[in-house]
């Protein structure tokens, strides 16, 4: 190990449903990682288990007092986090705040950002004041007493049962009939406290990244998804074949631009920082808001290093900018 070079860790791992994807996450980064300027470090945490490993091999455990840790009889400490973590703790300002009290720079949005975004129907609703379309939907916590036939009434079937945090693609359910609305509310309450029902648009799934580096903001390509499946739950999002990915979109150029300059006006609305990806409906030629992922999948599949390629740049020239950003 090279003691003058800034050490990096790697976080993937955490407490939510998402942890085997945000795993590949990681040691997909930590490969695009530049080892001549740093030291980089994969930093596995679960609940109270946060472990360093290096070529897959566990060095030590993390001293959580000031997120070091011990090797060959010296403390190791961290110049920069970059965050991988699906969900809690890494995607809902929680890790951000530890970071943020002993001092560590990070990749990522900031608590502030990251928690309104993981929030689903706090987003929804401060987006929608903004004046950005999206579905209509309703907030149902968990115990609370559920009436299908009004729901029905409100949003129309068939309508989208999710939960308001967590792993996105975990608890969702697409309802058609009233009689299964009860039990999809149920699924969505196994993954979070609260379940939003929304309202279905029938159109087609564009996702599109955007990163902000020295002030300035770079969007992506779009990408056009295709599920085979009967929309994009776990298995579209994360198995080989099940969906066609498009990059850059087969969209007219105009609307190419739109959904760019939307991306472009969520991130400033929610002040992003770092790598986000915003995922849209499109249908007769409006986009309607789905949601924002402030720590999206970086596997070797993912959208994000897809649309990075199609830029004709590589993960490891964004990451290296980010991290210099930051720690420069």
Sequence with gaps: MNTNKP??????????????????????????????????????????????????????DIDKSDFSFMLNGEKVRFDFAYITIHGTPGEDGILQSYFELIGIPYSTCDV?????????????????????????????????????KAVVEELGLPIFVKPNAGGSSFGITKVKSIDEVEAAINKAWEESSEAIVEQFIDGH????????IKGEKTIFPITEVIPKNEYFDFEAKYTPGVTEEITPAR??????????????????????????RIDYILKDNTFYFLEVNTTPGMT?????PQQIAAMGSSLKEIITQIIDDKIG
């Design 7 to 60: 050490n990096i860790a790697v976080i993937a791992g955490g407490n939510s449903s998402e942890f085997v994807v945000s795993v590949k996450s990681g040691a997909n980064l930590i490969n695009a990682v530049d080892t001549d300027k740093y030291n980089p470090w994969l930093v596995e945490m679960q609940n109270d288990r946060w472990e360093v490993f290096q070529n897959d091999e566990k060095i030590n």
């Design 112 to 148: 502030h950002s990251s928690s309104l975004t993981f929030n689903k129907w706090f987003c929804n609703n401060y987006l929608r004041s903004q004046g950005v379309k999206m579905a209509k939907s309703l907030l149902f916590t968990q115990g609370e007493s559920i009436d299908p």
């Design 205 to 212: 799934e564009f996702t599109c990244g955007a990163v902000k």
């Design 251 to 276: 969209l007219p150029e105009p609307l190419f631009k739109k959904c760019q300059q939307l991306t472009s006006e969520i991130y400033d609305y929610c002040k992003c920082s770092g790598i986000v």
């Design 300 to 304: 070797g599949t993912s959208f994000i």
